[in-house]
């Protein structure tokens, strides 16, 4: 038989009938454990044990009775309501609650139903705000050791139970990286099993186990301008936006051979290297490691050629643009010192699209991470850095002659939830999200007569992500994008008299 102390400090480790069982015994009473467990014995679990003590017992049945005992439906002897009433007060849910009101309008049990229901909420309440205080605990840790002794304090001060944890990995697959995962894995604080109980595949499981590394990239030589005759297609994002995984995504899909005829990389190419690491990184169906950040002043060239199946090639050059340059530029309006290296960023921007820009037609892609509004980077939020980097470019004349489109490309869209049109919804969140920059971009549009004074939202996924560093990649997102570049960049058929342009597509 436990001690009273020991009760009171794992009381959530009990039953109701074995709290009723202990207060029957008279080793502690139903006041010390409201008032000396620090919320863990709660509303719901205090009703349930009253419930039990409150019940009349049976009259005892004597053997020869007891062949005769005829086991009857409970509600059975009380009328409809009555019945109702009393399945709905037994479910301690809200739903059965809410029920019950909406048909039996006016109950003398009303009151009651009432006063159940905030109970029930003001509980759900609390166990909502120790998920909050565990998902904060989560994003400030920078280790899997941290996030350990985060669970283990945060269970051992009362502040949350075990199930907290595993409701908050069941509702978000990328609460953890892999890393942080494997240690909790180790220690023995949640197993292989709660993971799967949490919806999480044994493919994702096994990946996470065998502690891959994932790719890291080395910064490149400056860039000075984009010598080859071709589409230039220019990919803007701060760093962690999701831009680098949907660049690796698009060039696996132009050289898978199921939308392109083919893929011929440009091994003279400044970004040759990093183009093709990057690439083979994502197979269709398989899990894969995601990439390691780049470096976040490096901008990479990557040139090739897309055959259509019409046989027509489109050289395209693929500009994966520094992550830093957000924050370069906001600097640089605000006149703050900058660093060497973020001034080499900025010197290659102003190269490659000032100083000794091309004649290439061009195609501008914002990328910005879904759901990401509220995060900070560099103590600002990404809309202040799209905002400015809209306005600091356009004053600079980056969108004047030859461009032909500007987008934005929503990554990460596969945590909408929208029960209708996507592209409604994306609307919807620029609108509630960015409309700043927007507003900005269809201004710059119409102003430099770029694509009708349009411009489009693409929704893009890599596919399903794990542990923050695992994904299934689905392809089809990717698919849509590289149909896309066929459409829009320009092309030509070779002849057996030798190669010439045909003609801009747009």
Same mark, same amino acid.
């Given at each position: ?33 409201? %008032? ?84 029930i909420e003001n509980d759900e309440s609390s ?181 259509? %199946? ?61 759901g990401a509004e509220d995060r900070k980077y ?28 500007i987008y934005i490309l929503i990554t990460k ?34 102003? %430099? ?58």
């Amino acid at each position: 038989m436990p001690k009273k102390q020991a009760i009171l400090d794992n009381v959530e480790e009990y039953s109701a009938a074995e709290l009723a069982g202990y207060i029957k015994d008279g080793i502690v009473t139903l006041q010390e454990l409201c %008032n000396m467990t620090e919320g863990d014995f709660t509303p719901k679990m205090k009703m349930e044990v009253e419930a039990i003590l409150n019940a009349q017992p049976a009259p005892p049945v004597t053997p020869a009775e007891s062949e005769n005992v005829q086991y009857e439906d409970p509600y059975s002897s009380v009328g409809a309501e009555e019945a109702d009433w009393l399945v709905a007060k037994d479910s301690l849910e809200v739903d059965m609650l809410q029920k019950f009101k909406q048909k039996y309008p006016d109950s003398e049990h009303l009151f009651e139903a009432n006063n159940l229901i905030t109970l029930i909420e003001n509980d759900e309440s609390s166990r909502m705000n120790a998920k909050d205080i565990l998902k904060a605990r989560f994003n400030f840790a920078n280790s899997g050791e941290e996030i350990c002794d985060a669970i283990v304090d945060l269970k051992e001060c009362g502040i949350i139970t075990m199930d907290d944890v595993l409701d908050v990995i069941r509702e978000d697959h990328n609460i953890l990286s892999s890393a942080a995962c494997s240690t909790i894995l180790q220690r023995g604080i949640i197993s292989r099993y709660d993971l799967r109980q949490c919806g999480i595949e044994d493919d994702f499981i096994n990946k996470m186990m065998q502690n891959e590394t994932s790719q890291s990239f080395e910064a490149p030589q400056p860039l000075y301008s984009i010598d080859s005759q071709c589409t230039e297609i220019y990919f803007w994002g701060i760093p962690s936006s999701g831009k680098t995984c949907a660049l690796g995504g698009i060039l696996s899909m132009a050289k898978s051979g199921t939308v392109a005829r083919s893929m011929l990389p440009d091994n003279t190419c400044q970004g040759f290297g990093y183009m093709n690491r990057l690439s083979s990184l994502f197979v269709e169906g398989k899990i894969c490691r995601l990439p390691g950040g780049t470096p976040v002043t490096s901008t990479y060239e990557m040139r090739f050629e897309l055959q259509d %199946n019409e046989m027509r090639i489109h050289p395209i050059a693929c500009m994966d643009m520094a992550g830093e340059l957000f924050t370069c530029l906001f600097n640089a309006d605000a006149g703050e010192q900058l660093r060497e290296d973020q001034q080499q960023a900025l010197n290659t921007l102003d190269n490659i699209l000032l100083n000794n820009r091309s004649s290439n037609r061009k195609i501008h892609f914002f990328v910005i991470e879904y759901g990401a509004e509220d995060r900070k980077y560099n103590d600002l939020p990404q809309a202040e850095y799209l905002n400015s980097a809209a306005m600091h470019l356009a004053a600079k004349g980056v969108f004047r002659d030859q461009t032909d489109a500007i987008y934005i490309l929503i990554t990460k869209t596969d945590k909408a939830k929208c029960g209708g049109s996507m592209e409604q919804h994306l609307k919807e969140y620029m609108a509630k999200n960015y409309l700043g920059f927007f507003n900005n971009m269809k201004r710059i549009c119409e102003d %430099n007569e770029i694509n009708g004074g349009q411009v489009n939202i693409m929704p893009f996924s890599i596919g399903e992500v794990c542990f923050k560093d695992y994904c299934r990649f689905n392809g089809e997102a990717s698919s849509r994008m590289v149909n896309l570049l066929l459409q829009r960049c320009y092309s030509y058929k070779p002849s057996k008299f030798g190669s010439f342009m045909d003609k801009f597509r747009g």
